[in-house]
């Protein structure tokens, strides 16, 4: 099986555009999550979803960032009003389910560029 | 809050040699989970090891092992017979049994010496 795919991959937008990021995570798994990584640094939780439902998203830095699961499978993170600032590396991951030692499965990560 | 202090942020080690990667955390839990990822300059983030704090035994994954110490809060990345391929940056990270999320250190670039 396919593992975690996230699109695209590199996106370069201008400051005060609106992105969007695409995740589709492993088919079956329960949990997506989303980090933020900038460079040097270890990925920052951003929010996760267990099916459909949002579980937590205190790792949303402002109300700009928004994300959604709406049939329990394909997320996608959406940035409005992007700021140079938001520039970094995102990564989505799914897990089987939320509880236990389940390896939460990384994707490639998109990297986003605000000029 | 959780967190995860890795505090070299460069190593380097002579091929075929082993060298050992330092990492606390902090946490009032008793149940949780520590796990290494490597990342290398690929940047896909690709599990190495995992450790369950209920569990005494140290984990082992082949050349890769750890030094679990629960009362000391310290989970240290040991890595024997160093290969060129295990030159990434490797990040520490914890997981609470009830919250899901995982809380990473900043990371430690290893360097393979040939």
């Known amino acids: 099986g396919a593992g975690v795919s996230q699109s695209p991959r590199y996106k370069v937008t201008k400051r005060g555009q609106d992105v969007a990021l695409r995740c589709d995570p492993i088919s079956g798994h329960v949990s997506l999550y989303w980090y933020r990584q900038a460079l040097g640094q270890g990925p920052e939780f951003l929010t996760y979803f267990n099916y459909e439902a949002q579980q937590d998203k205190s790792g949303l830095p402002n109300d700009r960032f928004s994300a959604e699961r709406p049939e329990g499978s394909i997320s996608t993170l959406t940035i409005q009003r992007t700021e140079q600032r938001d520039s970094a590396m995102y990564r989505c991951?799914?897990?089987?389910?939320?509880?236990?030692?389940?390896?939460?499965?990384f994707g490639p990560g998109t990297r986003l560029t605000v000029t | 809050a959780q967190t995860v202090t890795q505090s070299q942020p460069e190593m380097s080690v002579q091929e075929a040699e082993t060298v050992t990667l330092s990492c606390t955390y902090d946490?009032?839990?008793?149940?949780?989970?520590l796990f290494w990822y490597k990342q290398p300059p690929s940047r896909q983030m690709i599990l190495v090891i995992r450790?369950?704090?209920?569990?005494?035994q140290n984990a082992t994954e082949n050349r890769f092992s750890v030094n679990f110490q629960k009362a000391a809060k310290s989970f240290s990345l040991k890595i024997s017979d160093s290969q060129l391929g295990d030159a990434a940056m490797y990040f520490c990270a914890y997981r609470s049994e009830g919250n899901t999320p995982l809380v990473f250190g900043k990371g430690t670039r290893l360097s393979v010496i040939a």
């Open positions: 946490t009032s839990e008793s149940d949780y989970y």
């Open positions: 450790q369950e704090a209920y569990k005494q």
């Open positions: 991951a799914s897990s089987l389910d939320d509880r236990g030692p389940y390896e939460q499965y």
